[in-house]
C-alpha cells in the first residue's frame, strides 16, 4: 500500500472514531473511576496502573504474535473473525485481512467487521488491506490488495454482517459483468469502507435482532427437550 494513501487512510479513520472527543493531545476519559486514554502511555487506570490488555481499547488489540507474511497459510492462522466470530472458511468470499505496520494481523470475516479493526486501533497505520476476490473461479476466494479491487455496493448479492452487500473484485470488467446482473454500483475500497461505518447503526440492530432471534429459538428447543 503507498504511502500516501496510507497517511490519508489513517487520517481519515481518526476523524471518524474521535469526532466530538475533543483534542487528540491530552487523554480521552472513559468515565469516573474507569480510566483514560495517555498518549504515550496507553490505557491507564484511574489508580495510575496501567492496564495490560483489560480495558479498552488495549484488549482489542491482535492477539496473536506479528506475521509478516500474513497470506501463508492464512485460513489457517485467522480460522475466526475476531470480532464476530464468524468461520472465515465458510464466509471466504467476503472475508478481508489487514496488517499493521507493526506486523499485528487481523483477519475478519467482512468489510464490515474490518472497519471495526481500523476504528479499534488508530495507532496502527495499515501496511496492507486485502480481500477475497468475488468473482475468482476458486473455491477458495484469493485475496487481492484492495487499493487494486473494485467494489460492487448494494447489489442483490447477500452480504456478509450486512444487509447492503460489498463485495471486491480484482478485475474491474468482473466486476462489471456481476453489476449488469445482480445491480449495485461501482466502487473504491475508500468508498466501501465509508459505505459500511455509514450503515453500522442499521447493520448493528440487524445483527442484534437476528442473534437475539437465535437464542430465543435455542431456548425453546431446550425447554421443549428438541
Request: charged fraction near 25%; aromatic fraction near 6%; glycine fraction near 10%.
Amino acid at each position: 500500500m503507498c504511502e500516501e494513501k496510507m497517511l490519508d487512510r489513517r487520517g481519515v479513520l481518526k476523524l471518524l472514531a474521535v469526532a466530538g472527543l475533543g483534542s487528540l493531545a491530552g487523554p480521552v476519559v472513559a468515565g469516573p473511576g474507569v480510566g483514560a486514554m495517555v498518549p504515550g502511555k496507553g490505557w491507564v487506570k484511574a489508580s495510575g496502573e496501567a492496564c495490560q490488555g483489560d480495558g479498552t481499547p488495549l484488549q482489542f488489540i491482535p492477539k496473536r504474535a506479528p506475521d509478516a507474511a500474513p497470506l501463508e497459510n492464512e485460513l489457517e492462522k485467522y480460522p475466526a473473525c475476531p470480532y464476530c466470530g464468524m468461520n472465515r472458511t465458510q464466509w471466504q468470499h467476503s472475508r478481508h485481512l489487514v496488517q499493521y505496520d507493526d506486523d499485528l494481523v487481523d483477519g475478519t470475516c467482512s468489510i464490515h467487521c474490518l472497519a471495526i479493526s481500523l476504528s479499534l486501533n488508530l495507532d496502527r497505520g495499515p501496511k496492507a488491506i486485502y480481500a477475497a476476490d468475488f468473482g475468482a473461479a476458486e473455491k477458495v476466494k484469493p485475496l487481492v490488495n484492495v487499493d487494486a479491487a473494485t467494489y460492487l455496493l448494494g447489489s442483490k448479492l447477500k452480504g456478509t454482517m450486512t444487509a447492503s452487500s460489498k463485495m471486491a473484485f480484482a478485475s474491474a470488467e468482473a466486476a462489471r459483468a456481476a453489476q449488469a446482473e445482480q445491480g449495485g454500483e461501482l466502487a473504491s475500497f475508500d468508498e466501501g469502507l465509508k459505505a459500511a461505518y455509514l450503515g453500522m447503526a442499521q447493520d448493528t440492530l440487524m445483527i442484534r435482532k437476528r442473534r437475539a432471534e437465535k437464542v430465543r429459538k435455542m431456548m425453546q428447543m431446550k425447554k421443549s427437550g428438541g
